[in-house]
């Protein structure tokens, strides 16, 4: 059975960090680009950050180059986003899926997604 499993949001400050998770089961990392998708309340969903099934590139939407980083662990079978000097505007609730690294838009090679994980930013 396909799954994700987005873990690792929660209330941080303003400046604060949080990891996020995604754990794949069913099939590997390596064969997708995979990525990070948002969405805040009353917006559209959006296209945070995309690496290639290979690792070896990744794209960020603008407002979060310099403070987020997408890396995955293949032996975990996990992706995850490292964010930094969150902003009150990165309150969403994040999802993990494929991805087309050029546009950041959800890839309909794997159209699988998870429950997604809160990340609330404020004082």
């Known amino acids: 059975q396909l799954q994700l499993v987005e873990s690792g949001g929660g209330l941080v400050q303003p400046g604060g960090s949080l990891r996020l998770s995604c754990a794949a089961s069913g099939f590997t990392l390596d064969k997708y680009a995979m990525g990070w998708f948002r969405q805040a309340p009353g917006k559209e969903r959006e296209g945070v950050s995309c690496m290639s099934s290979s690792g070896l590139t990744t794209n960020y939407v603008d407002s979060v180059k310099g403070r987020f980083t997408i890396s995955k662990d293949n032996a975990k079978n996990t992706l995850y986003l490292q964010m930094n000097s969150l902003k009150p505007e990165d309150t969403a609730v994040y999802y993990c899926?494929?991805?087309?690294?050029?546009?950041?838009?959800?890839?309909?090679?794997?159209?699988?997604w998870g429950q997604g994980t809160q990340v609330t930013v404020s004082s």
């Open positions: 899926s494929a991805c087309f690294i050029g546009t950041l838009a959800p890839s309909s090679y794997l159209d699988l």
